[in-house]
Nanobody, 118 residues
Framework: QVQLVESGGGLVQTGGSLRLSCAAS????????MGWFRQAPGKEREFVAD????????SYADSAKGRFTISRDSAKSTVYLQMNSLKPEDTALYYC???????????WGQGTQVTVSS
């Protein structure tokens, strides 16, 4: 049974930083892509960044480019999202997701709240 457990959210001031973690378990993730998504109140869930587990190739939403960095530690089976220069509009519930490369994400975590105060 695949489990994704997010942590690292919290309250931070504008311009601050947070590092989110996603501990993945239940199988090996080679051939998978791991993603971060977020959902703000009253808005649809949106893509933030993803990384291919095996190659480390990553991609970002325009809103995340230059400020966020996704990475993974295969030994710890953990994916990270380093978020710098945070803005109030980054406030959202952040989710970790996993899926076979080329297919839909079919595993989701419970989310971790990020709140950026102005």
């Amino acid at each position: 049974q695949v489990q994704l457990v997010e942590s690292g959210g919290g309250l931070v001031q504008t311009g601050g930083s947070l590092r989110l973690s996603c501990a993945a378990s239940g199988r090996t993730f080679s051939g998978f892509v791991m993603g971060w998504f977020r959902q703000a109140p009253g808005k649809e869930r949106e893509f933030v960044a993803d990384i291919r587990w095996s190659s480390g190739i990553s991609s970002y939403a325009d809103s995340a480019k230059g400020r966020f960095t996704i990475s993974r530690d295969s030994a710890k089976s953990t994916v990270y999202l380093q978020m710098n220069s945070l803005k109030p509009e980054d406030t959202a519930l952040y989710y970790c997701a996993a899926g076979i490369l080329g297919s839909a994400y079919n595993y989701w975590g419970q989310g971790t709240q990020v709140t950026v105060s102005s």
